[in-house]
């Protein structure tokens, strides 16, 4: 067996023996590839990247019995070795920088490089949150000047600057629902879905304690404005719909939809995730929604991903407005900025349901959304809806002869184009169509959301892909779907060329080892 660069290599089973065909190389590295150990498996207690005194011998701890008595088990590396070892990981990882991440509902977009020199320009990157109010009048304007652009972009009547991703604007949203019928003197139990929602969206509503009950879609991927207006009643709080909906179909009826949850007296709860399709061009508050969060990374880009920063701006019609939660950027009859808080809620913003986040909000992305903005203009964000549009109707029509397109019947999609297994042969699926698209060097599309579709594949190109980048994509999602369709098993053991084979995803997710000591099965190789 060899041993890899460190002289550790782990104990692999079986079947994993042949991703390193015996006398490949002399280290199981293949050319610039190479295979990295775990970070404990090339430690050692005694390393550290920084020079530390040694503690003072019979020095009582001012922990006391609160002091550590054995080693916490961190790894010990110098500082090149942690270098090297993270950029070496780096190097088996994709990114958006790479390459096209065609990741339906995630938009992973090309982020600007001006909007990263902006938001590290020093009077952006430094402030702090505590700072007095005088000295950061210029980041409270870029608050003020962002939130104008949600506001004029949605035609809404204000906007919450503070939730700090999609998820969280969604709560938002739904606190503020129930702030305005507790408002009210009303209670009411029930939050109505559509059955292609994101899985937040349910989420969100259990979690601000309401029952989601779920309204089925119509064979043309929409919501069945029908069913919804016999579910309708005076125990429903709010529709959480997503508009264009999770199935990349624009949601036609959603001027009625809105007066027929409003004749009930709820409110309407759009999920902006896909604002990029639209914007510039269709204005939610004039569809009548009361509350919509809008993804900062994804319609305005900046990098996400990974655990990266998002940020959920919700903004909200008049009804809604006044219980939007603290704090509030407010400009003073002197014209300065100032902070609407906790000690002036109640003159200022009596109604406010609260707070959601320490501070303002994620300050680096409103710099970098609002660079992004400026920078494209009125003019330039329309086209960014149009040609995301665009983009993804080329996906479309050009798979929809090798992979079922269900709902390309009904016309053009906007930004996502939605495939199922329908044509795949019995015995293969939308996984190993995924994993073959790994061996082609592409990073898979979204694979099985939405639910409503069996096996689906949800495909989002954005705007930022040329038409070279996704003729290369189309043409190796022919090939691979093509095999599929052919009943081609070695599509069963794809990746064949990646780093690592298939991995017990589930597993890793669930069952993740973190901990150096359950890190047992690893041996050394001399
Ligand atoms: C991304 C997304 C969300 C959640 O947004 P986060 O910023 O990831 O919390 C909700 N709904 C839809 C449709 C999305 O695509």
């Known amino acids: ?34 295979e ?69 509902s995630c ?20 402030v702090h949150p505590l700072q007095p109010e005088g000295s950061v009048q210029g980041a409270l304007a870029v608050i003020d000047e962002l939130a104008h652009w949600l506001v004029t972009l949605t035609g809404m009547h204000s906007v919450a600057m503070s939730p700090k991703a999609g998820a969280h604007g969604e709560l938002c949203g739904i606190l503020c629902i129930r702030a305005a019928l507790e408002a009210r003197g009303e209670m009411r139990e029930v939050v109505l879905v559509p059955e292609s929602a994101h899985g937040t969206n349910p989420a969100t509503a ?84 009361d509350a919509m969060h809008i993804n900062l990374h994804k319609t305005f880009s900046t990098p996400h991903g990974g655990g990266g920063p998002g940020s959920g701006p919700v903004v909200l019609s008049e009804a809604l407005a006044p ?8 400009r003073t009859a002197e014209g300065t900025l100032t902070l609407i808080e906790e000690e002036t809620a109640e003159a200022d913003a009596p109604e406010s349901f609260g707070r959601m986040t320490a501070f303002h909000g994620q300050m680096g992305m409103f710099t970098r959304a609002l660079s992004y903005m400026l920078s494209h203009g009125a003019d330039g964000l329309r086209q960014v809806s149009g040609d995301a549009v665009l983009n993804a109707n080329y996906v479309l029509r050009s798979l929809e002869d090798v992979l079922d397109a269900p709902y390309a019947h ?67 999602m022919r090939s691979v779907a093509g095999r599929a369709n052919d009943g081609d098993t070695s599509l069963l053991q794809a990746p064949l060329h990646a780093p690592r084979r298939r991995l017990d995803e589930t597993g890793a997710a669930r069952k993740p080892v973190l901990v150096w000591s359950e890190v047992s099965q690893f041996e050394r190789v001399e």
């Open 323 to 330: 219980f939007a939660p603290l704090p509030i950027v407010r």
């Open 36 to 104: 990295e150990p775990l970070i404990f498996e090339i430690s050692n207690s005694l390393n550290c990247g920084v020079d530390l005194p040694e503690p003072e011998p019979g020095r009582p701890s001012r922990l006391g019995n609160l002091a550590r008595d054995r080693q916490l088990g961190l790894p010990g590396l110098s500082q090149p070795e942690a270098v090297r070892h993270y950029t070496r990981l780096s190097r088996q990882n994709y990114a958006i920088d790479c390459g096209i991440f065609p990741l339906g």
């Open 410 to 476: 009904a016309g053009p999609c906007m930004h996502e184009a939605l495939f199922s297994d329908a044509k795949v042969a019995e015995g293969i699926s939308t996984l190993d169509i995924a994993k073959g698209l790994i061996d082609e060097g592409f990073h898979p599309m979204t694979m099985y959301f939405p639910l409503v579709v069996h096996g689906a594949m949800l495909v989002e190109p954005t705007e930022t892909e040329s038409k070279a980048t996704l003729d290369q994509f189309i043409a190796a």
């Open 107 to 126: 938009t992973m977009k090309h982020n600007p490089r001006l909007n990263e020199q902006v938001a590290r320009l020093k009077g952006f990157a430094d």
């Open 206 to 289: 259990a979690f601000a304690g309401y029952r989601v009950e779920t309204i089925p879609a119509t064979a043309d991927g929409r919501i069945d404005l029908g069913a919804l207006r016999q579910r309708l009643g005076t125990d429903v709080a709010a529709l959480m719909i997503t508009n264009p909906n999770t199935c990349g179909l624009f949601e036609r009826d959603m001027v009625a939809i809105s007066e027929a949850v409003h004749a009930v007296g709820g409110y309407v709860y759009c999920d902006g995730a896909n604002f990029n399709a639209i914007v510039g061009r269709v204005r939610p508050g004039d569809l009548g929604v």
């Open 1 to 34: 067996m060899n041993a890899n660069s460190s002289g550790w290599r782990p104990a692999m089973p079986a079947d994993e023996e042949t991703v390193y065909p015996a006398g490949s190389t002399h280290t199981g590295n293949r050319a610039l590839m190479v």
